[in-house]
Structures are given as C-alpha cells and as structure tokens.
C-alpha cells in the first residue's frame, strides 16, 4: 500500500473541507489514516486458497456451522464502516476435506477487509469454500448495518442488511432451514 500516498490524499481532504491540516490536533491524522487504511484494507491481494490449504481428514459428514463471526468492512460506495455478523455453514463433500474452524473467521477477515458491497463479501466467501473444500454443500449469512444508511443520507440507524449464498446440498429446503434456525437462534447486533 502506497502510505504516502493516502497521507498526501488525507491531508487534501481536510484542506478541501476548510480545515488547516497544520494545526496542532490534525498534524498527525494524514499518518494515523495511512496506518489505518493498511489495516482495514489489508485484506487486499491477499489468497483464499492459501487460507484454506491446511485440510484434515475428518469422518464428518454433517453440517458444521461457524456463526456470529464479528466482521468489519468499508463500504466502496462511500468509504465508512459497515459491519455486523457473518454465519459460514458447509457440508464436507466426497473429498472429505474439512479446514479448522478459524480459517472460516479468517476468511471473512479477508475478504471484508477491502472496500466492498455486503453481496460480492457474502459470495466471495462462499466460491472460496466451494473452491478448496469442494464441499457438497456451502451457506453463508451475512447481517450487516451500513453507516452510509445510519449517520448520513437517509439516517436509519438500526437498519439491517441480510444477505445470503447457498450452494449445493445446503439448497434442500430441510438443511437450509436447519442452518437458519441454528442461526437465528444467536445473538444479533
Ligand atoms: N447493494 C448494496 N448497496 C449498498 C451497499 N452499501 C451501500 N449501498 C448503497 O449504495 C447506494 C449508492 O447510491 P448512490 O445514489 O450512488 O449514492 P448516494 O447519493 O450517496 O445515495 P444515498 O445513500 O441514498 O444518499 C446507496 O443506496 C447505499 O445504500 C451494499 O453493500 N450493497
Ligand atoms: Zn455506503
């Protein structure tokens, strides 16, 4: 990530909204937002399949269901937050390829960590396990609230966006509502 960049950019932007980026508390923040958007886009060129390449095998041919995985992203829109819970459900396939749990928050980590609509973060996700796992079935849910809807423009805070991916066996109506009513059943933001 091109740092001076950003700091050149932010310290623009401040002078564009009138400010004087000079002044005492503002001299610094071109710096904090370079170091920050390293953060929150780090996400960026970074690989799935490198992710998901630790695999067992594990005799599992049930539903594992990863839910209420704390995700933050940045709407590409209008570059503020969006943020709320991610639900990653699959059924390991004939591979028999099962990863560790934690690569499923990794993984949502990944891909939310890039300016991003909440529809291509529910999809990315869910081809990723298709991808390495090539499991017989894949779901994910995302509830996100959208600051661009909450603080400016049509100001709904509260407002939530539910987007879902279903793929394969997770499609029959029985599975899919299993995966539903385990999910529904948890905390929400
Ligand atoms: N589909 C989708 N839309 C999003 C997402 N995040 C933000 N948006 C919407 O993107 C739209 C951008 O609309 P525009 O009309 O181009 O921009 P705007 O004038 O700032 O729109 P308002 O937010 O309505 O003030 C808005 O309706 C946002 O609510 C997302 O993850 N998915
Ligand atoms: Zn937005």
Redesign the pocket.
Known sequence: MDQPRIEAAVREILAAIGEDPDRDGLKDTPARVARSYAEVFSGLGTDPTELLATTFDIDHSEMVLVKDIDFFSM?E??LVP?YGLAHVAYIPGASGRVTGLSKFARLVDLYAKRPQ???RLTTQIVEAIEDSLEPAGAMVVIEGE?M??SMR??QKPGAKTVTSAVRGQMRDTATRSEAMGLIMGGKSR
């Open positions: 709407c829109h209008h969006f609509v909440q529809e959208h661009c809807m423009g049509v």
